[in-house]
């Protein structure tokens, strides 16, 4: 009998472990809110960053990721307002333990929108330096983060080459959506059938935008910025309800400024570039990058670094441009993080 009873306990104890093991982990709260950073404008006149900061439960972490988001854009790149446990970077990152605060820039999204002409690569790189000022001091959220990294896209990874190489104020830079060696001719195609001025789009019409803010046409973004068959059309749709309006001389000086001439020659803290595998944008042919594989990418983008960037290249398989928002962006992110703890120290219990 007590060999019985032994038996039932043990075997109990097997079914019950096997139950808990194999129970999901308790949801993780976090925590986002919408943050005004004063910052200067294109003449030195008084301006706004809006932002979303998204924390997880608890204690604040002791580091942040600033996030830059592309032309066309505004911040909810990083959040889009679609199945959110698949597509948001930054609740996904919260639910990781990893604190964010994504930008609007200036002349998109929540932010000021100046006269988009002196609305150039300078001023948009000052501006993110003085909200890594406002996140080391605890301006947004109450509590001082002791380490930032930059994160950028596309266009924003222009603005954050920028910001770091010139200011040597943060811990980490994260370039997404870019290579060093555009495809002139998508660009060239894109610009001149895929974009239009920003008051004649029917959605952002009434913003009554300067001539010199852009916005993509209808329809535009799928071929621009997904590769289709990695794509669930209702983020595409998503995309398309929630665009923005660039600056044609901000995205034409950072294009040649931030990524064609090499701003992150000057970077002196580790760099993690990510691009998809399918981007027309800056990978193929007609870039003269091959994006098969971080292996095969890194040998040419490797000459633009110092030595100190320590540069870390990752390709997304099948993704376009828009990496962030393709069905596999998960591996993306947890690409991100890996390189986050065993490069930048950045880490969570």
Not at 180 to 202: E, N, R
Request: glycine share 10%.
């Amino acid at each position: 009998m007590p060999l019985k009873l032994a038996t039932a306990v043990a075997t109990c104890c097997v079914l019950l472990g096997g139950f808990l093991a194999a129970a999901p982990a308790a949801a993780v709260d976090i925590r986002c809110s919408g943050v005004d950073l004063p910052v200067t404008g294109p003449v030195g006149e008084p301006a706004t960053v809006h932002g979303q900061l998204c924390l997880p439960d608890g204690p604040a972490p002791k580091a942040v990721q600033l996030l830059v988001h592309g032309g066309t854009y505004n911040s909810s790149y990083w959040d889009l307002p679609y199945d959110p446990g698949r597509y948001s970077y930054q609740r996904d990152m919260a639910k990781n333990g990893y604190a964010t605060f994504a930008a609007d820039q200036l002349g998109s999204g929540r932010s000021s929108k100046p006269f988009s002409l002196p609305l150039l690569l300078p001023v948009l790189a000052r501006s993110m330096h003085e909200v890594i000022g406002h996140l080391r001091a605890g301006r947004a959220g109450g509590a001082p983060f002791e380490k930032v990294v930059i994160v950028g896209h596309s266009v924003g990874s222009g603005i954050v080459a920028a910001e770091a190489s010139t200011y040597q104020d943060v811990d980490g830079v994260i370039l997404s959506g870019m290579t060093h060696l555009p495809s002139v001719p998508a660009l060239t195609l894109g610009v001149l059938f895929g974009l239009q001025p920003a008051f004649a789009d029917d959605r952002l019409g009434s913003l009554g935008s300067d001539p010199l803010y852009f916005t993509t046409k209808p329809g535009a973004r799928t071929g621009l910025f997904y590769a289709t068959e990695n794509a669930d059309p209702r983020v595409i749709e998503a995309d398309e309800a929630t665009k923005d309006q660039v600056s044609v001389p901000g995205m034409g000086t950072v294009a040649v400024f931030g990524i064609v001439l090499p701003a992150t020659k000057a970077i002196r803290v580790p760099v993690f570039q990510a691009i998809g595998e399918k981007d027309i944008l800056f990978c193929g042919l007609f870039a003269l990058r091959n994006c098969s594989s971080a292996r095969t990418l890194r040998p040419s983008e490797a000459p633009y670094y110092r030595p100190e960037a320590k540069l870390s290249t990752y390709v997304l398989p099948g993704a376009g441009h828009s990496l962030a928002l393709h069905r596999n962006a998960s591996a993306y992110r947890d690409a991100t993080r890996a390189w986050l703890r065993d490069q930048v120290g950045i880490a969570v219990p």
